[in-house]
């Protein structure tokens, strides 16, 4: 099914008697929301309305809608907290904003129990190889480049996916309606760095000449906000903190990728600097 079809969805929870959601389900990649703002726009903000109106129909004990740090948009200095104003710079980012808008009326309207998370870049084994960290991996275990938009310089914080499930777990059992929580990590790392590392440990160099080899400077994207620091102290408050050290998940994210990326389909458009686009054609209903 679809978290765009009402009928789909309001059938879902009449027959399954579903009492709390996740909602994870969205178009995620950056890039791609620059050539196909409106599929964005229909999933990410049409799709979350669908959803939180049928599970407030449902009465649900709790709904947790999963948003992202880009809605805060970028900064070089201050430390976004839960009250940060949201500036998004991108369409992808923008679409989760109004999501988020339209989520946290229905706790302002009905006081339904409702949750938003604002996480850091997430990583590790199974992730879709259009982001980086899969990206540069599969590249690299093809002998081929790793594709750097613009500089390079911009710096993201990485979270391993295992410490992630614990922080959704924590903000399922100990998480406040109506509350705003950030999920986040202080390790950070350009994406220049990020490449030199990946290819220190796949191809087993410590040259920088031959560092520079494996790395393809592309153009930039139109806007590709340079930091997004958050300050996660509510979630620390709550018990959680990540735990799996930056080597040790991605030596286990490598391993996977060595072992596994050939069970993908399709991963070839994925691969590619830029994503190759086709015309969105939203689906009417009956």
């Not at 999963?66 to 200095?77: L, N």
């Not at 340079?226 to 990540?242: A, F, I, Q, T, V």
């Not at 490598?254 to 015309?279: C, D, G, R, V």
Request: with cysteine; glycine share 4%.
């Amino acid at each position: 099914g679809d978290i765009c079809e009402p009928d789909f969805i309001k059938r879902l929870f009449e027959s399954e008697k579903i009492d709390i959601v996740l909602h994870f389900a969205a178009q995620t990649h950056v890039d791609l929301s620059f050539w196909r703002a409106l599929e964005f726009t229909y999933v990410n903000v049409y799709g979350t309305n669908v959803l939180v109106a049928a599970a407030h129909e449902a009465n649900v004990e709790k709904f947790v809608y999963v948003s992202t740090d880009e809605v805060y948009g970028g900064s070089t200095d201050e430390e976004f907290d839960e009250s940060s104003p949201k500036r998004p710079t991108n369409p992808y980012a923008s679409s989760k904003a109004a999501a988020e808008c339209s989520v946290q009326s229905y706790w302002e309207r009905y006081q339904f129990p409702v949750v938003i998370t604002r996480s850091s870049n997430v990583y590790g084994p199974h992730q879709y190889p259009e982001k980086v960290i899969p990206k540069f991996i599969s590249l690299l275990q093809q002998n081929r480049k790793c594709c750097i938009h613009g500089s390079g310089l911009q710096r993201r914080n990485f979270l391993y996916a295992a410490d992630v499930v614990e922080a959704f777990l924590t903000v399922l059992k100990e998480g406040k309606p109506g509350e705003i929580y950030n999920i986040g990590t202080n390790f950070e790392m350009s994406i220049a760095q990020l490449a030199k590392e990946l290819i220190h440990l796949i191809k087993k160099t410590s040259s920088e000449s031959e560092m520079e080899y494996w790395m393809d400077y592309v153009k930039d994207r139109p806007t590709n906000d340079l930091r997004y620091p958050m300050n996660s102290e509510k979630m620390h408050n709550l018990g959680w903190r990540p735990k799996v050290p930056w080597k040790e998940g991605i030596k286990k994210t490598i391993e996977w990728y060595k072992e596994n990326f050939h069970n993908w389909k399709n991963t070839e458009k994925a691969l590619e600097p830029f994503p190759m686009t086709e015309a969105f054609a939203q689906l009417s209903g009956p």
